[in-house]
């Protein structure tokens, strides 16, 4: 069963039938699994990363660069980067693959710039170590969110789980 949650790094042996819609399942080998997270931030992230992967990704088109991406995204949570600015690169790094990011930022301040032109030259886990205050990775999540929505046209449902850990992490 775990290897079916979200985000979970499979090899799966299948078989399809002509003229099915319906593929069987022979086995699923579980190889990263985010249950091995123990922060429960990252865990909620998780899911978001998840939701929005399964958005942009074509019904029976493979892409592998959505899938590196995913794949990277995990072993950057269980490696302990920090969820919330490995999500603002997430964000941006999806947002290009998809040919949706503005290359002119003239809107963004110095410290958002900064951010994005230093996440362009490290892979996911070397974002933990990348200059992000608090002002700037809020200001990068309106930006991104605001992207994502309006070209899918929607709310993502797993936004609503994220900021109620961020109240939960706030009361605390």
């Not at 592998?64 to 302990?80: I, P």
Request: aromatic share 8%; hydrophobic share 45%; charged share 25%.
């Amino acid at each position: 069963v775990g290897a079916l949650e979200p985000l979970t790094d499979v090899r799966v042996a299948y078989f399809e039938r002509e003229r099915r819609e319906l593929v069987g399942m022979n086995y699923a080998e579980t190889v990263r699994s985010p249950l091995a997270i123990t922060n429960s931030d990252a865990l909620g992230y998780v899911s978001y990363f998840a939701e929005l992967l399964d958005e942009w990704a074509q019904d029976a088109d493979a892409d592998e660069r959505l899938y590196r991406l995913g794949v990277s995204m995990l072993e950057a949570l269980a490696a302990g980067v920090p969820a919330e600015p490995l999500a603002r690169y997430f964000e941006c790094w999806l947002l290009r693959l998809q040919g949706l990011y503005p290359e002119a930022r003239g809107n963004l301040s110095p410290g958002a710039a900064a951010f994005l032109a230093a996440s362009r030259a490290v892979p996911p886990r070397g974002v933990g170590e990348l200059p992000a205050e608090r002002g700037v990775l809020k200001e990068l999540e309106h930006v991104h969110r605001s992207l994502i929505a309006m070209h899918l046209e929607k709310t993502l449902k797993s936004e609503r789980v994220l900021r109620d850990l961020g109240r939960q992490s706030s009361a605390s």
